[in-house]
């Protein structure tokens, strides 16, 4: 299939190009990584309903999941020879150092039809060996640390795959091999969670056993998915510590060493690497940014969201240190087996995945324990636009399933808060049974959820009893501030604070929290934000990502029902232009009707 005649004949061209591409590629990587450390980003979270994992529009925000079984049967010819053939063929400088693969015109056809298999560019992955160089993407400082290997705790690797494709899941293998301490490695453990092709069946078995790291196969009959995946590879475990990785990762030099310390410090430490990205087209490896923390929203939708200036002074005091984070993405990361056991495993009572996260950072910190990112740990992980993803049971179901469960058993009040505003994971409730997880928390005498706020992610922007909670609406206009909804909406400008009609269905889009501090936020840790200092005043007002900086206090007065900004003094007013995109603005204070609020308190518990 790939005539590597045309291929040498223009080499030098092909060589050229390539150059060109990853110059533009680093040229645009190094500005949007610039934009990102100067500007106050906009969590411009498009909501996406049940996606497994993206990464968004200027390729920073990422959702890990976990292992995605594909739907094949919708592929047009999909024919069954076709997905089932292991088509790897690898060309010796195919994606070197992490570069991207460019496929050729005259293969673009193909690979866009197998595209559809895995939703990556299997074509490319194919070409590109399974020991591929990767770029060391640490910064400098790590490289004299974690080498005290003796004290480390040494890890069983965990994967659990479905339908991988044979090139992602033994880049993965071999990525692990060659870029660990061999002290460090007891063993790697595959758990195939009932994979359908031929290639992962018997060929997978001989070819593991000449793997230079002793190699186990799990197989389960039927899908059991992730949560049970993983903890079946975990009790055949022999390794001090478990480092679940997805089947689609490659891991860079020094990874593990990193990823173990922590435990060896502090055996109740669930560590974290900082996630980058593999390109799902090129498989171009592309650094990510260390100066997020992993939480959820509203809708326990977990995200990543920026550090504020207090966890940046923190961190520019030591930036190799592994900082706490109040949730962790799921797919990847380090326990001690001992402990990962002592705190009850993962809720089996989980169905396929989703929410499992959540509980286990919850579940961890409540219980004593912590979850850090270690700064020196970078794993590539390969994100896909689509989820191409059909389970048992449906998706919504299971999901919204595993969530209540999350609500119900670690959660208290903002689990009723949880419940409120989400129908499906209401009726889901109804069919828990979650006695054994709460007896777990009784015996291990864990810390509330008003706790796991106040002490682990404080800047949280949930409502909480000493702060408002519910609609603020113009008394002249009779309309509510809302949150803005993005690109979608075309008359509402990303960003900009706005008002509009008050419906009572939609709640949560006009569901404004304002705390003790004056900060006004919603969902998502978007905060109503103004300049601090003004020459003349008439300033736009944008919903921008919290920051916890002054341009973001606002007081509240209750005789004059002005919202006044805390530092200049103006008040929140709707433009007098009347045109929409104007939105709101800051104004002189003069007592007029636009400038009236009511802050409507509305019940969340
Ligand atoms: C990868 O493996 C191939 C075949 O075993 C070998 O020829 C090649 O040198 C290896 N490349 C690297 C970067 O280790
Ligand atoms: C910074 O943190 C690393 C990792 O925890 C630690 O080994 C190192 O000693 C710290 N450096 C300083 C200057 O505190
Ligand atoms: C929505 O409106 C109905 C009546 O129109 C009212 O009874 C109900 O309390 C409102 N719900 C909320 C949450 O405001
Ligand atoms: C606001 O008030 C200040 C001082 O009272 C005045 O100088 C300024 O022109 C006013 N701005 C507007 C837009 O009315
Ligand atoms: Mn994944």
Redesign the pocket.
Known sequence: MLTPGPYRRCRRLWQAILFLFICALIIVWKRSNRLEEKSTPSNKHVFRHNQEEYVDHRGVKVIVGHYIGNAVENIPNADKNVINRNNYSPMPDAGKNGFPVIIEPKDLLVSQQIFQINRFNLLASDRIPLNRTLPDVRRKKCKFLYKDYNSYPKASIIIVFHNEAWSTLFRTVWSVINRSPEELLEEIILVDDASERDFLRDPLDEYIKKLPVPTKILRSKTRIGLVHARMMGSREAKGASLVFLDAHCECTIGWLESLLAPIAEDRTTVVCPVIDIINDNTFAYIKSFELHWGAFNWNLQFRWYTLGNRELQKRKQNITRPFHTPAMAGGLFAISKEYFFEIGGYDEGMKIWGGENLEISFRVWQCGGKVVIAPCSHVGHLFRKSSPYTFPGGIGETLYSNLARVAMVWMDEWGDFYFKFNNEARKAKELQDVQQRIKLRDKLKCQSFRWYLENIWPQHFFPTESRFFGRIRNLEKDQCLIKPIGKESSNQPMGLANINICV??S?TVEMFVMTEDGIIMTDDSVCLDAPETTVNSLHKVRIMACSGTRRQRWKYNKKTQELVHATNGFCLDVSSSKTFEDGLIISNCTGVRTQKWILEP?PWK
């Open positions: 009572n269905k709640l509305h």
